[in-house]
């Protein structure tokens, strides 16, 4: 057993902070993409976010993407290259807030695409302002009075809300707060990747993820923050699934 | 003589498209231009192309932008509040290199407006609606003959400069059918190598298509020398403009688009008048013909620029003759539309 | 780079989250306390310790610092 850096991500440091969840979910992301043997017919979209820089660390073709836009930026790639495997990288402000019409209307549209969706409950990039999905009574540099004081609503559970639509083919919620976690992870991203390669349709999955710096957390606390406070709002597991065979073990 | 059929505007410029092989079109309804997305869903299909029904032009122009970075000839169309939504998206696709065709079949605003043809969006045209420095190749057709003909070069010129280019035409030229000749699709001009689309890492090393550049600080600085280096290119290039009874004429009115078709006609009543009197029509309005304008800038008293707006070419065309002699102006935004008549009694008003 | 049994981890990638120590079951990883270049603290196995190579290191860390060798 080898345990090493995908072929999928170059060798080089990235700029997220310590024990940011970004840099599982690449990882995890080129590792199923090297074990699918996709790497040179897959393009991937950089969001507005921290991840911008995803480009920067994936080792194959990627499109940076006005803020909220990769739903419908990957709708225009895939309907012109129906052969290559093309996924949306994106936080939470890019798919629910601003981009929230691209991502129902890909969604229902059910462009067979793959959605990796990245929720740490944050605006990472800009500092800790309110995302769609901080959670209410959460603490933000735009909500310091928590979530929910000035008429902000609540929080957006984005594969409830998708699982709704006729067009979806998967929907799952997964974390990366632990090894178990992960692994989870893995296999859900996995899947959603198989999915586009078996035509079967659109699949997200919305992957609760770690933000120490904005949570005010240690890197551990923040694994924490996501078992005891984001898992309460946002449950994991599989919102829908028309193969009906749920995550591939 | 190829085939020749009744077309309206709308219809001739999409299928100029689909000759010069547009294959995927994005595109949401709004008035004055929803033959293009109605005809487009038909069409596309039945050349193996692809058309989607955007849920709004923001989505369309995003569409566009992802199309257009597989090498895919495309397209999109809208009307001005809807062209006004697409603003970002053209700024990264400018900023990216990608060419694609924007049609904006202009109406009455500002805000909502009306539903009449109208010029309001020259300003947004050639000076850039969207923010930063870049340019558009801006093709200003006057009948539905040009709209076909135009459009079907524009995807060529568009994929000679790696740049977006647009269709600025209005409500007038769009909903009226007038005869067209199909030409065949011939090459405007040289097509290089698309050795920029991503289709996958096989064989070579990866690409990107990015318009962010944080560091170093000269890496976007040079980035914005390259492509003014371009724009000037072009606009050394790509001047066009007809010249109507021009060549003896002591006053000479400007306008485009359908606005210039009633200018000639009132330059043909005013010539009977025996004023020497012509039209100088800019056919593309960037880049702006300023060497057609510099011709005439000596020997012409006076210009009188006509637009169905407030006053936007104007500008345009005193900064072309270097403000060197009067320039006056008839026209009004909101959907005031010329007359033969009208313009002609401020023909005499400008010639005395 | 520090070569640890099978435990590889790249010195300078590693931001000294410690979420590796927290993932080891067999306590077989700590953060030292010498910074690298970037002024991280950076995660080293403890000796006495058995490394199982179980990987669990090598999937929660955020930077591809640990690389496990096969057998």
Redesign the interface.
Known sequence: ?????PES?HDV??H?????????IH?LIGEVIDELGI?????GT?PVGCA?LL?NY?????????HG?PP??????K???PD?IIFTYQGDGDLAAIGT??T??AAN?GENITVIFVNNATYGMTGGQMAPTTMTGQWSTTTTEGRGKHGEGPPLRVCEMLATLGGVAYLERVAVN??KA??GARRAIKKAFENQMAGVGFSLIEVLSMC?TDWKL???ES?AFIDQEMKKVFPLGVFKDVTGEGTSV | MAEKVLLQGNVAMSEGAVQAGCRFFAGYPITPQNEVPEYMSERMPQVGGVFVQAEAEVAAINMIFGAASTGARCMTSSSSPGVSLKQEGISYIAAGELPCVIANVQRAGPGLGGIRGAQGDYFQSVKGGGHGDYRLIVFAPASAQESYDMTMAAFDWADHYRNPAMILTDGIVGQMSEPVELKPYKPACSLPEKDWILDGCKGRAPRIVRTLYLHPVERLIDHNRHLAAKYAKIEAEMQDAEEYRCDDAEVIVAAYGATARVAKAAVNMARDEAMKVGVLRPKVVWPFPVKFFKKHARRVRKWLVVEMSSGQMIEDVKLAIECSKPVEFLGWGGGWYPTGESILEKVREVYR | MLQMGRVRINVERCKGCGLCVGACPTGHLEMGKELNQSGYPYARTVSGKKCTACGLCYRMCPDVVIEIEGK
């Open positions: 057993m080898k345990l090493a850096r991500m440091a990235t997220y902070c310590p024990g940011c969840g970004h840099g599982i990882r790497r040179e017919k897959t393009i950089a911008v480009y994936m080792n194959f073709d990627v499109i940076e993407c006005s836009r419908a930026v990957a709708t225009g790639m309907r012109m290259m290559r019409g691209e129902i209307h549209r632990s090894p992960i692994a120490p240690s890197p551990k694994l």
